[in-house]
Structures are given as C-alpha cells and as structure tokens.
C-alpha cells in the first residue's frame, strides 16, 4: 500500500517569496500528479509528471524517482496561488492514492 | 475548454434515502472516476469506470454503492441507503487514457441528516 506524505502541512508567504511543498511516498510509482484544491473546493490538475522537470508559468514540479520524491515549486507568489496544494500517485493501479494536502497561504 | 461537469452541486438528504450524483465528463474521454473527501481529511478513490464496467473499486465502493454510464454522457454514483458518514464533498474526473491527466469535476457536497 502506497502511503503520500507531504510537507509542510501548512505554509504561510509573503507575496514574491518562493514556495517549495514537498511530497514522498513509499513505493515505486508510474507516475504523480499535483493538484491544487481551491477554497470553494474545485481540484484543478497542475502538472502530471513521471520523470524530471514540468514548468508551467510560475510553477515548476519536479521528480526523484530513485529517491520517491517530488516537489512543488511556486516563484513570485501571489495572494492568489493561495490554496491547498495536493500530490497523488499511481502505484501500478488505476486507483490514485492522495496525500493530505498543503495549505498555503500567500500574504499581500 | 471541455470540462467535467456535476449536479447537483449540493444535495441534503435524510439517512436512509437514496441518492444519485451525476457527472458529465469530457466527451471523448474513456476513464471515469468518483472520489471522495470527507469534510477536513484527504481525497479518497472510490471507483474507475472503463467500457461500461467497473475496472477498479476500493474497499470504501461496498454494496451500498454503485455507478452507472446510462447514456453516451452521463455517469451517475448511486449511494442506496445513505449513511451519516456519507456526508463529504463527491468528486467526478475523467481521463483520455489510463495514467493520464485527470479532469475534475467541480463536486458535489452532500449532506446526510
């Protein structure tokens, strides 16, 4: 059974500062996905990546299959990058496996 | 953009009573998936739908639960004899492929008295 651990549970910025939301799980994995939940509570898929680097806009994701590892990179945030920030993995299922979640919260 | 759609987007229903939760996923899509989220706790799996059968199920997707592709579009969740503890925000998604993006509905929350 894959368990998904993220830190930090909570993260709290400055407008501009760069965020970093970790997420690691305990067994090997085809792929991971981050999400990030809004408060109204829509999911919206970021980045699906199973090797390397995805960069979209501010938002950069990265991956260490070896280490079972991956980040969330937020640069120059904004009040509105404010959100709950969610890594999820496929282990060799078609059953996604989600972590608890990042809240961040980004301060004017 | 094409999106996953859900309705209602709130339901209230008394315990013991049936339900059913719709979605509309993207249209050429081939997995359909419902999740779940308890109030303050992290998504869970509760089934995958692929050529009109059931692909995967977790041990939440018990006889009380069952999904259903009635037409060419819609896909409906059916939760017969709701239970207090079924109160959460119920998620639709879809995918073109298996292991590919997801697309998230937008939830419905329900509620159970």
């Known amino acids: 059974k894959n368990e998904v651990e993220q830190s930090p549970q909570n993260l709290t910025a400055q407008e501009g500062e760069f965020i970093t939301i970790n997420c690691s799980y305990s067994?090997?994995?085809?792929?991971l996905h981050w999400l990030q939940q809004h408060p109204g509570g829509g999911i919206v898929s970021l980045f699906m990546?199973?090797?390397g680097k995805k960069k979209h806009g501010r938002l950069i994701a990265t991956i260490n299959i070896q280490e079972k590892h991956s980040s969330l990179h937020i640069t120059a945030s904004h009040p509105r990058d404010s959100a709950v920030y969610i890594c999820?993995?496929?282990?060799?299922?078609?059953?996604?496996?989600f972590g608890k979640g990042t809240k961040l919260t980004v301060n004017p | 953009e094409p999106e996953v759609t859900q309705t209602p987007s709130h339901q209230v229903t008394q315990m013991g009573q049936e339900v059913i939760l719709r979605c509309v996923p993207i249209?050429?899509?081939?997995?359909f998936y419902w999740y779940r989220q308890i109030l303050g706790q992290k998504v869970e799996f509760l089934v995958s739908?692929?050529?009109?059968?059931?692909?995967?199920k977790s041990e939440i997707f018990d006889d009380q639960f069952s999904v259903e592709r009635p037409d060419g579009s819609n896909f409906t969740l059916k939760i017969r004899s709701t239970k207090l503890e079924d109160s959460a925000m119920y998620f639709c998604?879809?995918?073109?492929?298996?292991?590919?993006?997801?697309?998230f509905g937008p939830g419905t929350r329900l509620l159970v008295l």
């Open positions: 998604a879809s995918s073109a492929d298996l292991q590919e993006t997801q697309y």
């Open positions: 067994v090997g994995i085809s792929a």
């Open positions: 990546l199973s090797s």
């Open positions: 999820a993995v496929w282990g060799g299922s078609e059953k996604l496996v």
């Open positions: 249209s050429n899509h081939l997995y």
């Open positions: 739908f692929y050529n009109n059968e059931i692909s995967e």
